[in-house]
């Protein structure tokens, strides 16, 4: 069972930068199907997926809503997903959670489906003011 946790979270002005973090415990190693992705969820408003990553290969997905803008990335040791956003906007304003992935071709992640996640976190808020 694959536990993870957000944090990061917070209120900051447009242009500005948040790092999120999502620490995953309950596996001792991974293989080339794991991965963790980044989604968010605004209030009435579908979740949708934001960006992810293959723990072994590192390779990344993101949505082409925030490239340029966000990168995902992830320190295996620390068991952690760092999403770093700048140039925030009032429109990424939603709650973002981790999701994991654990079995399966890894080209599912990059989907960023949540129906192909089994895994998830509890959220932490993101707030961009104008």
């Known amino acids: 069972q694959v536990q993870l946790v957000e944090s990061g979270g917070g209120a900051v002005q447009a242009g500005g930068s948040l790092r999120l973090s999502c620490v995953a415990s309950g596996y001792r190693s991974f293989n080339e199907s794991y991965c963790i992705a980044w989604f968010r969820q605004a209030p009435g408003k579908k979740r949708a997926g934001v960006a992810a990553i293959s723990l072994g290969a590192g390779n990344t997905g993101i949505s082409s809503s925030v490239r340029g803008r966000f990168t995902i990335s992830r320190d295996n040791a620390k068991k952690t997903v760092y999403l770093q956003m700048n140039s925030l906007d009032p429109d990424d304003s939603a709650t973002y959670y981790c999701?994991?992935?654990?079995?399966?071709?890894?080209?599912?992640?990059?989907?960023?489906?949540?129906?192909?996640?089994?895994?998830w976190g509890q959220g932490t808020q993101v707030t961009v003011s104008s």
């Open positions: 999701a994991a992935r654990i079995s399966g071709r890894i080209s599912y992640c990059y989907t960023l489906y949540e129906q192909y996640f089994a895994y």
